[in-house]
């Protein structure tokens, strides 16, 4: 391959500058499937599967993961296939700047920047809630959050091994207890509890598979759907993000395919398992379901008694990690906007090791906003948090798949095979059914507030679209961008070859359908 250009440029607006990037491929196979799996089971799960319940009942909540894990799925398998085709510094954003619009790329950069960053002090939230399990002492919440900041700022700030190491510590973790739950859910359901009662299904007969809210009846369980699609979208919310770390790990294409692939089964196994189990342990009119981890109310309910301590513990680790993941994903979204002249160029310093330091620190500053639980509730913070959170994750979802239909169609005028790469057979379909109902979700986000109105509420919910819409047509009218024609787009300059990046085996895998498909 011919050297490439230091720079790339379709117009002023949209420069990479590849003398700039200096990060490092210091993260290996394991890093990055530990990375998949823990960095996206969080305290969503954890902690919003209760709300979830609450709100729609168990076979509600079974219905709203089913239908929002589709589009996470076929977001997954775009970005996967972008990710692969050239991981890139920057990833999902410069995708969307290179072949959507200079000004897409901004958006989506600052939009995303912005949901990594607002995300740590949510998991910092939901961990003080946590611990409040143990020490109900308010007095105490500021204690907690500061120990935690200090810890993520240390991990952080001594490179990507480490911050890779303990992400398999702390996911490790969470698969333990996530198989655990799921287990031994299963036993006490079928009476393995210490009082032996079998519970099964009851709880789908009373108080029912599913409930009412905002209206009675059939309406009611139809908003109720509605209404749950926010915290199930949040809890999936971030899978697209694995590809951040694409500039950074070895063997870059064969990492990120392999782990985007084995999304569908950790939907399934984690979460999808996770919301049938909880649905049979615990009615969906328990006490106060909506401000606790519905596992551990689940344990206490069943008279398991050391237990939901065990659990709690396992979940503040699951937290902790969520938030070294939102931290090292927001540094380097920063980093990746700087490296194409649409961030402060400051965010590309990086140490002699390829740790962009200064972008770490800005980024673990949000963690800060944590200490606002402490003239609040912990759980009104959090839902703050969640809804300003969702919209910037739906955002997100849109326009990537609006970028890949670019990047496939492009391709396919360009008369352009990947060798090696992974491709969808169910594209471009699924990256436009991932855009039809991404776009209902963004429209539906907020539909509580038209019942009981609140003004936070309102515009927790919705106040990221127009700062979005804003950040793309401001920077489209000052910087005069325009959207390339299909035949004019770079499908070359800084993209490295498979031998580049140590992924030649590619070339010589026969993959099967299944494989093909992702699902295996």
């Not at 949209?14 to 996206?40: E, P, S």
């Not at 700047?97 to 939009?111: E, K, M, Q």
């Not at 309102?458 to 804003?470: D, E």
């Amino acid at each position: 391959m011919s050297p490439m250009p230091e720079k790339i440029s379709e117009n002023n607006a949209f420069q990479y500058q590849g003398d700039l990037d200096k990060v490092k491929r210091q993260l290996g196979r394991q890093h990055i499937q530990m990375i998949a799996i823990g960095g996206c089971i969080g305290t969503g799960l954890f902690y919003g599967l209760g709300e979830i319940l609450a709100l729609t009942g168990p076979l509600g909540a079974l219905l709203v993961y089913l239908h929002v894990s589709t589009v996470v799925y076929a977001t997954i398998m775009s970005i996967g296939e972008m990710g692969a085709f050239a991981p890139i510094s920057g990833s999902v954003i410069h995708y969307a700047a290179r072949w959507l619009d200079p000004a897409a790329g901004f958006a989506l950069g600052w939009n995303y920047c912005y949901f990594a960053a607002i995300a740590i002090p949510l998991e910092i939230t939901a961990l003080t809630a946590f611990v409040g399990f143990w020490d109900s002492n308010t007095n105490h919440t500021a204690i907690y959050i500061a120990a935690t900041v200090v810890g993520l700022f240390i991990i952080n700030l001594f490179g990507v091994r480490w911050f890779g190491n303990s992400e398999i510590l702390f996911a490790m973790l969470k698969i333990m207890l996530a198989i655990s739950l799921i287990i031994g859910g299963l036993v006490i359901s079928l009476g393995g509890g210490p009082d032996h009662d079998r519970i099964g299904f009851r709880y789908w007969k009373d108080p029912g598979p599913m409930v009412s809210t905002l209206e009675p009846g059939a309406t009611g369980r139809f908003l109720g759907l509605l209404v749950a699609i926010v915290p199930a979208a949040y809890s999936v919310s971030g899978f697209e993000l694995i590809a951040i770390g694409a500039a950074e790990s070895v063997q870059p294409r064969t990492n990120i395919i392999r782990a985007m692939k084995f999304v569908i089964f950790r939907l399934v196994f984690f979460y999808l398992s996770s919301v049938i189990i909880v649905g049979m342990l615990i009615p969906s009119n328990y006490p106060d379901l909506s401000s606790l981890s519905p596992f551990v109310a689940a344990f206490e309910l069943a008279g398991v008694k050391v237990l939901p301590s065990i659990i709690n513990a396992v979940i503040i680790s699951s937290a902790y990690s969520s938030a070294n993941t939102c931290v090292f994903t927001a540094s380097r979204i920063l980093y990746g906007l700087a490296v194409q002249k649409q961030g402060p160029k400051i965010f590309t310093t990086c140490t002699k090791s390829g740790l962009p330091w200064v972008a770490v620190i800005v980024a673990g500053m949000f963690s800060l906003l944590a200490f606002m639980t402490v003239s609040s509730s912990a759980s009104t913070v959090f839902n703050w948090f969640v809804s300003l959170s969702t919209m910037c994750g739906l955002i997100g979802w849109t326009v990537i798949n609006i970028t890949y239909l670019r990047y496939y169609y492009g391709l396919k005028l360009h008369g352009i095979v990947p060798r090696g790469i992974y491709r969808s057979p169910l594209q471009p379909y699924a990256a436009m059914w991932a855009i039809f109902w991404s776009i209902f979700y963004m429209l539906i986000s907020g539909i509580s507030v038209f019942w009981t109105f609140s003004a936070s509420s309102f515009i927790a919910s919705y106040i990221n679209l127009p700062v979005f819409l804003c950040l793309f047509i401001g920077y489209k009218v000052w910087h005069k961008t325009k959207m390339q024609p299909l035949e004019k787009l770079d499908f070359i300059s800084h993209i490295p070859t498979l031998e580049e990046t140590g992924d030649e085996k590619l070339l010589l895998e026969k993959v099967p359908l299944l494989q093909q498909m992702g699902l295996v």
